[in-house]
């Protein structure tokens, strides 16, 4: 990266950047993530959001990378890392690591990552993550039925339970 990235929190953030900066960071991963703001804003609150915990990376006053913190009692949790193609392997991500571990403190910080993304297992290890277990993620291949709109399916008591 040739432009050295500012990090803050996301407290002052909108829906609608994060969507953006969200969209852009995940327009090349393994599984589409096309998210609208009020899509996103959803799943965030509906996991614990806190907006305090949350970092951005800010190249003038555009954001180019986010980590995504929620909170479930005592649990410390990523809901989602990315930085824009065109500012990775410049420190970051790291940036925005780092400012995330010092604000939740002494408390664990867990994610998850496919198994696949080899630069993303490197880069956690390298942080001082371990693998403390592995998930089996299933594939249904067959026909199928047509989905609701995203937007239009309700919150449901632990629909979306994180795994840990």
Known sequence: ?????????????????????FAEAFSDYAVPMAMTPEVLERMQRRRGYDPAASFGAYVDDRLVGFVLTCRDGDRVYNSGTGVAPAHRRGGVARDLLEAV???????????EVLEDNAKAIAFYRSAGFAVTRRLQCWTYAGPRAPLPELAAVPDLPGDVEPSW
Request: glycine fraction near 4%.
């Open 1 to 21: 990266m040739s432009v050295s990235a500012r990090t803050r929190s996301l407290e002052h953030a909108s829906w609608v950047e994060l969507a953006a900066a």
């Open 101 to 111: 571990i010092a604000s939740v403190g002494a408390r664990p910080y867990v994610l």
